[in-house]
C-alpha cells in the first residue's frame, strides 16, 4: 500500500520557520517526481514546490521563491519543505505528493501526480 505522511506542521508566528517532512512507503520513490501543494479554505489546491522526474530540477512558486527550499532524500524516500520567513498567506494545509507516472508530465499541475498524502496544516499568525 502506498502511503505518503506528512509531518511538521503547527503555528508559528509571522517571519518564523517551520520545516515539513513527507515520508513514502509502499514502493521505491526514487524515480517518481515529488511536489509540496497547498490549500486554503475556500480556495484551489495550488503549487509550491516540485522536483521534476525527468531531470530531478527544483521549482518554487514564485510566492515562495527565496524563502522555501525544497529538497529530498532519495535512499530514505523522503522529501522535505524548509519554509523561512513565513507569511500569514501561507496558512493551508500543506500535501505531498508523488509522480510515479509519464515522465514529461508537468510538475507545477495537481494532475501530474498520482498519489497524495493526508496534509499536515500550517497556521502563521500575524
Known amino acids: 500500500q502506498v502511503q505518503l505522511v506528512e509531518s511538521g506542521g503547527g503555528l508559528v508566528q509571522a517571519g518564523g520557520s517551520l520545516r515539513l517532512s513527507c515520508v513514502a512507503s509502499?514502493?521505491?520513490?526514487?524515480?517518481?517526481?515529488m511536489g509540496w501543494f497547498r490549500q486554503a479554505p475556500g480556495k484551489e489546491r495550488e503549487f509550491v514546490a516540485a522536483?521534476?522526474?525527468?531531470?530531478?530540477?527544483?521549482y518554487h512558486s514564485d510566492s515562495v521563491k527565496g524563502r522555501f527550499t525544497m529538497s529530498r532524500d532519495s535512499a530514505k524516500n523522503t522529501v522535505a519543505l524548509q519554509m523561512n520567513s513565513l507569511k500569514p498567506e501561507a496558512t493551508a494545509v500543506y500535501y505531498c505528493?508523488?509522480?510515479?507516472?509519464?515522465?514529461?508530465?508537468?510538475?507545477?499541475?495537481?494532475?501530474?501526480?498520482?498519489?497524495w498524502g493526508q496534509g499536515t496544516q500550517v497556521t502563521v499568525s500575524s
Open positions: 505528493a508523488a509522480d510515479c507516472g509519464g515522465i514529461n508530465r508537468d510538475p507545477l499541475s495537481v494532475a501530474a501526480y498520482d498519489y
Open positions: 509502499g514502493r521505491s520513490f526514487a524515480w517518481c517526481g
Open positions: 522536483i521534476r522526474r525527468r531531470d530531478g530540477n527544483t
